[in-house]
């Protein structure tokens, strides 16, 4: 009998070790062509930094509770980056895979040109339910391009025409969102929820603020509260683990680090570091990730796990990997960053590898807004540079330009490189109407070429 039992006992765990591991298999091994994500919502929030977040360190206040606990079942991204430190172009670059320079997108006045497809595009003729819900008026003028591939925007561009907002709390377009999860979540579906909150103007009625509380703080907080609404409608549809679902920001903020206040004029990575975090339960166990990703990386990921192909030229690489825990590099060895047009006639550009990150500054400049592209040379004169060794240095204090030359020169010879490479800009770029600009001014942009006040409230 004692036999008998024992072989009762080696078959059982036999069977319970060959089904565990087959579920681990089956985990471990699913991907693109295993998993497709047929509901997927991104949660981007404007001007939001990465180190006012609980999840990435900050314990000065309590932010983000909500996030937080979320983020304890993803997968956080520690060098996530924007391609520019304002709104358009990063997210431009974001929704199409390409450097804002190669659409001609300069600066916040210039939308994305029809010749190239959108993430909402792409997914909407794959035949998923889009909606966006946004609190960010310029992104919802049709000449912007972020409206394209949505069967419904909230709010429409005429609501804000009527009520002469160019910013709004998204507690108004939240529950409109809430009410879309309820008529929605059981088809496939891609929902886009941007959340302006932490932009300027703060909110006076932010029931947050506190009288000890930065306005900031408070403002992340309230986006936090949001976040949390739409994710506990998500999860009481039931079928929560089958959703991909994406945290990131446009780009952050900075609060003087280099004498500097805002992100108009900020290369710094208080501004160009952002927050990713990315739950897909079907393919990722919760974790961290230290390789540099860039934000247009995500637009590749979500097709790769749509299981939709990836048009040929993107800069986006997919992130699957990575999501899995994989051990491995990008195949792309570094990051580009631009901001043209400053108020005072400067550009300002930036390459980064995975250990150094070189700014350049133009003098100023005779360019002006809508007359052809941006000239800059790395090698003119004038041009001045600063030098980080982001290894040991990553809140960029020690310029050490003077003491490593040759690694200006290499970085140097990068941005050539990537200045040529960039393709042709589009001739149809749109841009906003005069009437549109001041929207723009409203929020502390000075799109007028010949303005040089406002130069830090944006």
Request: without cysteine; charged residues 25%; proline residues 6%.
């Amino acid at each position: 009998m004692w036999f008998r039992s024992l072989a009762v006992v080696l078959i059982a765990t036999i069977v319970g070790v060959l089904g565990y591991a087959r579920l681990s298999s089956n985990r471990s091994a699913v991907g693109p062509a295993r998993w497709h994500a047929d509901k997927i919502v991104l949660f981007t929030v404007d001007t939001l930094r990465a180190g006012r977040l609980g999840v990435y360190g900050y314990d000065a206040a309590t932010t983000s509770p909500h996030i937080d606990a979320w983020a304890r079942d993803a997968v956080v991204f520690d060098r996530a980056s924007a391609p520019s430190p304002w709104t358009v172009p990063s997210l431009a670059a974001f929704f199409t895979g390409r450097y804002p320079s190669e659409m001609a997108i300069y600066t916040n006045e210039t939308g994305i040109p029809s010749q190239w497809a959108t993430l909402a595009e792409i997914l909407q003729g794959e035949g998923y339910r889009t909606a966006q819900f946004n609190s960010h008026s310029v992104l919802l003028q049709p000449e912007m391009g972020f409206t394209r591939g949505f069967d419904e925007v909230y709010p429409d561009e005429y609501d804000l025409a009527e009520e002469g907002e160019h910013k709004i709390a998204f507690a108004v377009p939240e529950q409109e969102a809430l009410r879309w999860i309820e008529e929605n979540s059981h088809d496939r579906f891609f929902l886009w929820v941007h959340d302006m909150d932490p932009h300027l103007p703060y909110s006076a009625d932010n029931p947050y603020l506190e009288p000890d509380s930065l306005p900031y703080d408070a403002e992340v907080r309230r986006v936090d509260a949001s976040f949390g609404d739409i994710v506990a409608h998500l999860q009481a549809r039931g079928d929560w683990d089958d959703i991909l679902f994406i945290f990131t920001a446009d780009h952050g903020e900075a609060f003087g680090e280099h004498g500097v206040q805002g992100h108009q004029n900020v290369m710094y990575d208080e501004v160009l570091n952002v927050p990713l975090i990315i739950d897909a339960p079907m393919i990722a166990e919760p974790g961290r990730v230290r390789e540099p990703v860039d934000l247009f990386d995500v637009r590749t990921t979500i097709l790769d796990l749509a299981g939709i192909p990836v048009e040929a030229g993107t800069r986006g690489e997919s992130l699957v990997q990575l999501l899995e825990g994989k051990e491995r590099r990008l195949q792309r060895a570094m990051s580009f960053h631009s901001r043209y047009y400053f108020e005072d006639g400067h550009h300002e550009l930036a390459v980064r590898d995975r250990r150094w990150k070189l700014l350049m500054r133009t003098p100023k400049s005779n360019d002006r807004l809508w007359s052809g592209q941006p000239t800059w040379d790395p090698r003119g004169e004038g041009v001045h540079f600063e030098l980080y060794n982001l290894s040991v240095d990553p809140e960029e204090l020690d310029d050490v330009a003077n003491i490593y030359p040759t690694v200006v020169e290499r970085l140097k010879g990068a941005l050539s490189e990537w200045k040529e490479s960039l393709d042709r800009p589009a001739a149809d770029a749109p841009r906003l109407e005069e009437q549109d600009l001041q929207v723009l001014r409203n929020l502390g942009y000075a799109p007028d070429a010949d303005r040089s006040d406002n130069r830090n409230q944006n």
